[in-house]
Protein backbone atom coordinates (compact mmCIF):
# COMPACT_ATOMS: atom_id res chain seq x y z
CA UNK A 1 0.00 0.00 0.00
CA UNK A 2 0.98 3.80 -0.50
CA UNK A 3 2.24 5.67 2.65
CA UNK A 4 3.71 8.74 3.54
CA UNK A 5 5.98 9.46 6.61
CA UNK A 6 6.77 12.92 7.60
CA UNK A 7 9.44 13.36 10.79
CA UNK A 8 9.18 15.21 13.04
CA UNK A 9 5.63 15.71 14.04
CA UNK A 10 6.69 18.96 16.47
CA UNK A 11 9.79 20.84 16.44
CA UNK A 12 10.46 23.77 18.77
CA UNK A 13 13.74 25.65 16.94
CA UNK A 14 15.49 28.82 18.26
CA UNK A 15 15.63 31.83 15.82
CA UNK A 16 18.62 31.80 13.67
CA UNK A 17 19.25 27.99 13.94
CA UNK A 18 19.01 25.22 11.32
CA UNK A 19 15.98 23.10 9.89
CA UNK A 20 16.14 19.98 8.11
CA UNK A 21 12.49 18.33 7.60
CA UNK A 22 12.20 14.98 6.09
CA UNK A 23 9.40 12.97 4.10
CA UNK A 24 9.52 9.92 2.28
CA UNK A 25 6.64 8.18 0.26
CA UNK A 26 6.19 4.24 0.21
CA UNK A 27 4.52 1.75 -2.55
CA UNK A 28 4.52 4.44 -5.32
CA UNK A 29 6.92 5.18 -8.36
CA UNK A 30 7.94 8.54 -9.61
CA UNK A 31 5.53 10.74 -7.66
CA UNK A 32 4.76 14.91 -7.57
CA UNK A 33 5.73 15.46 -4.29
CA UNK A 34 5.17 19.28 -2.70
CA UNK A 35 5.75 20.71 0.90
CA UNK A 36 3.04 23.12 2.10
CA UNK A 37 3.17 25.72 5.10
CA UNK A 38 -0.32 26.13 6.99
CA UNK A 39 0.02 29.52 9.37
CA UNK A 40 -2.08 29.52 12.56
CA UNK A 41 -6.03 30.50 11.19
CA UNK A 42 -4.81 30.57 7.18
CA UNK A 43 -5.17 28.21 4.62
CA UNK A 44 -2.60 26.85 3.01
CA UNK A 45 0.37 27.74 1.10
CA UNK A 46 2.31 25.54 -1.30
CA UNK A 47 6.02 26.25 -1.43
CA UNK A 48 7.83 23.41 -3.35
CA UNK A 49 6.91 20.81 -5.60
CA UNK A 50 8.81 18.35 -7.57
CA UNK A 51 8.08 16.08 -10.29
CA UNK A 52 11.56 14.04 -10.57
CA UNK A 53 14.93 13.93 -8.60
CA UNK A 54 16.84 16.94 -8.15
CA UNK A 55 13.89 18.98 -10.28
CA UNK A 56 12.92 21.43 -8.09
CA UNK A 57 10.00 24.64 -8.36
CA UNK A 58 9.76 27.01 -5.54
CA UNK A 59 6.62 28.87 -4.92
CA UNK A 60 7.25 31.72 -2.30
CA UNK A 61 10.90 33.60 -2.30
CA UNK A 62 11.81 32.70 1.40
CA UNK A 63 14.61 31.56 2.98
CA UNK A 64 13.53 27.63 3.02
CA UNK A 65 15.01 25.57 0.22
CA UNK A 66 13.84 21.85 -0.35
CA UNK A 67 15.85 19.02 -2.28
CA UNK A 68 14.85 15.48 -3.56
CA UNK A 69 17.73 13.28 -3.73
CA UNK A 70 16.35 10.20 -4.04
CA UNK A 71 12.63 9.62 -6.10
CA UNK A 72 10.58 9.35 -2.99
CA UNK A 73 12.38 11.53 -0.59
CA UNK A 74 11.22 15.15 -0.06
CA UNK A 75 13.27 17.09 2.11
CA UNK A 76 12.54 20.74 3.06
CA UNK A 77 15.63 22.91 4.94
CA UNK A 78 16.46 26.22 6.43
CA UNK A 79 20.16 27.36 7.33
CA UNK A 80 18.62 30.28 9.45
CA UNK A 81 15.24 29.92 10.75
CA UNK A 82 12.94 33.07 11.50
CA UNK A 83 9.94 33.38 13.68
CA UNK A 84 7.72 33.84 10.64
CA UNK A 85 8.39 30.32 9.54
CA UNK A 86 6.55 29.07 12.29
CA UNK A 87 3.82 26.78 10.89
CA UNK A 88 2.39 23.55 10.19
CA UNK A 89 4.09 22.05 7.37
CA UNK A 90 2.55 19.48 5.00
CA UNK A 91 4.51 17.21 2.55
CA UNK A 92 1.89 15.82 -0.04
CA UNK A 93 2.46 13.49 -3.18
CA UNK A 94 0.18 12.65 -6.14
CA UNK A 95 0.64 10.52 -9.30
CA UNK A 96 -1.38 11.74 -11.86
CA UNK A 97 -4.89 13.65 -10.88
CA UNK A 98 -6.22 11.04 -8.25
CA UNK A 99 -5.87 13.63 -5.58
CA UNK A 100 -2.83 14.06 -2.65
CA UNK A 101 -2.23 12.07 -0.06
CA UNK A 102 -0.39 14.21 2.80
CA UNK A 103 1.33 13.44 5.41
CA UNK A 104 0.78 14.04 9.36
CA UNK A 105 2.23 17.48 9.24
CA UNK A 106 5.08 19.32 11.24
CA UNK A 107 4.25 21.66 13.59
CA UNK A 108 7.29 23.93 13.91
CA UNK A 109 7.51 26.65 16.43
CA UNK A 110 10.27 29.16 15.80
CA UNK A 111 11.55 30.64 19.33
CA UNK B 1 -5.47 31.35 -13.80
CA UNK B 2 -6.71 28.75 -12.02
CA UNK B 3 -7.92 29.23 -8.20
CA UNK B 4 -10.44 28.19 -5.50
CA UNK B 5 -12.94 30.50 -3.31
CA UNK B 6 -14.78 28.37 -0.68
CA UNK B 7 -16.68 29.97 2.17
CA UNK B 8 -15.64 31.56 5.13
CA UNK B 9 -16.17 30.68 8.17
CA UNK B 10 -16.40 29.67 10.67
CA UNK B 11 -19.36 27.60 10.74
CA UNK B 12 -21.07 26.35 13.73
CA UNK B 13 -24.15 23.95 13.40
CA UNK B 14 -25.79 21.85 16.26
CA UNK B 15 -25.89 17.97 15.85
CA UNK B 16 -27.97 17.01 13.00
CA UNK B 17 -28.35 20.30 11.48
CA UNK B 18 -27.65 20.57 7.58
CA UNK B 19 -24.45 21.33 6.40
CA UNK B 20 -23.48 23.28 2.96
CA UNK B 21 -19.89 24.55 2.91
CA UNK B 22 -19.88 26.99 -0.85
CA UNK B 23 -17.36 26.61 -3.27
CA UNK B 24 -16.40 27.76 -6.56
CA UNK B 25 -13.53 27.46 -8.88
CA UNK B 26 -11.66 29.21 -11.77
CA UNK B 27 -9.94 26.48 -14.26
CA UNK B 28 -8.32 26.85 -17.65
CA UNK B 29 -8.23 23.31 -18.20
CA UNK B 30 -10.23 20.15 -17.55
CA UNK B 31 -10.21 20.19 -13.73
CA UNK B 32 -10.85 17.13 -11.25
CA UNK B 33 -12.40 19.01 -8.04
CA UNK B 34 -11.68 17.76 -4.36
CA UNK B 35 -12.23 18.39 -0.48
CA UNK B 36 -10.03 17.72 1.94
CA UNK B 37 -10.66 17.32 5.53
CA UNK B 38 -8.27 18.09 8.60
CA UNK B 39 -8.85 17.24 11.93
CA UNK B 40 -7.70 18.68 14.86
CA UNK B 41 -3.69 18.63 14.77
CA UNK B 42 -3.37 16.21 11.94
CA UNK B 43 -2.48 16.95 8.27
CA UNK B 44 -4.89 16.69 5.85
CA UNK B 45 -7.05 13.52 3.94
CA UNK B 46 -9.25 13.09 1.07
CA UNK B 47 -12.68 13.06 1.85
CA UNK B 48 -14.18 13.06 -1.63
CA UNK B 49 -14.03 14.05 -5.23
CA UNK B 50 -15.16 14.15 -8.57
CA UNK B 51 -13.46 14.36 -11.80
CA UNK B 52 -15.96 15.32 -14.52
CA UNK B 53 -18.84 17.41 -14.77
CA UNK B 54 -22.28 16.46 -13.12
CA UNK B 55 -20.18 13.40 -11.18
CA UNK B 56 -20.82 13.10 -7.22
CA UNK B 57 -18.65 12.24 -4.98
CA UNK B 58 -19.60 11.20 -1.64
CA UNK B 59 -17.82 9.33 1.97
CA UNK B 60 -19.03 9.34 5.08
CA UNK B 61 -22.17 10.94 4.67
CA UNK B 62 -20.61 13.74 2.51
CA UNK B 63 -21.49 14.82 -1.41
CA UNK B 64 -20.83 16.94 -3.79
CA UNK B 65 -21.95 17.09 -6.89
CA UNK B 66 -19.10 18.53 -9.46
CA UNK B 67 -21.28 21.46 -11.50
CA UNK B 68 -19.60 22.33 -14.75
CA UNK B 69 -22.10 25.32 -15.81
CA UNK B 70 -21.94 26.75 -12.61
CA UNK B 71 -18.07 26.18 -11.31
CA UNK B 72 -19.30 24.74 -8.53
CA UNK B 73 -18.39 21.92 -5.97
CA UNK B 74 -20.62 22.40 -2.83
CA UNK B 75 -19.96 19.97 0.04
CA UNK B 76 -23.24 18.57 1.75
CA UNK B 77 -24.03 16.42 4.65
CA UNK B 78 -27.72 16.14 5.59
CA UNK B 79 -27.32 15.33 9.25
CA UNK B 80 -23.56 16.24 11.19
CA UNK B 81 -22.33 15.10 14.03
CA UNK B 82 -19.77 16.45 16.48
CA UNK B 83 -16.99 14.32 15.19
CA UNK B 84 -17.27 16.35 11.58
CA UNK B 85 -15.95 19.26 13.15
CA UNK B 86 -12.51 19.88 11.41
CA UNK B 87 -11.23 21.96 8.72
CA UNK B 88 -12.79 21.69 5.25
CA UNK B 89 -10.76 22.27 2.17
CA UNK B 90 -11.66 22.61 -1.25
CA UNK B 91 -9.21 22.06 -3.82
CA UNK B 92 -9.04 21.65 -7.71
CA UNK B 93 -6.69 19.33 -10.06
CA UNK B 94 -5.82 21.13 -13.57
CA UNK B 95 -4.89 18.63 -15.92
CA UNK B 96 -4.44 21.26 -18.12
CA UNK B 97 -1.18 22.95 -15.78
CA UNK B 98 0.52 19.48 -14.73
CA UNK B 99 -1.88 18.52 -12.38
CA UNK B 100 -0.87 21.46 -10.06
CA UNK B 101 -3.57 21.58 -7.13
CA UNK B 102 -4.82 24.67 -6.17
CA UNK B 103 -6.36 24.43 -2.69
CA UNK B 104 -9.56 26.82 -1.54
CA UNK B 105 -8.08 28.98 2.22
CA UNK B 106 -10.34 26.25 4.36
CA UNK B 107 -13.71 26.25 6.24
CA UNK B 108 -14.07 25.72 10.05
CA UNK B 109 -16.88 23.64 11.06
CA UNK B 110 -17.35 23.08 15.05
CA UNK B 111 -20.49 21.13 15.81
CA UNK B 112 -21.65 21.28 19.08
CA UNK B 113 -24.23 18.69 20.74
Known amino acids: SQTIHQWPATLVQPVGSPLSLECTVEGTSNPNLYWYRQAAGRGLQLLFY??????ISSEVPQNLSASRPQDRQFILSSKKLLLSDSGFYLC??????????FGSGTRLTVV | GDSVTQMEGPVTLSEEAFLTINCTYTATGYPSLFWYVQYPGEGLQLLLK?????DKGSNKGFEATYRKETTSFHLEKGSVQVSDSAVYFC????????????FGTGTSLTVIP
Open chain 2, 50 to 54: ATKAD
Open chain 1, 92 to 101: AWSVGWHGYT
Open chain 1, 50 to 55: SVGIGQ
Open chain 2, 91 to 102: ALSDHGTGNQFY
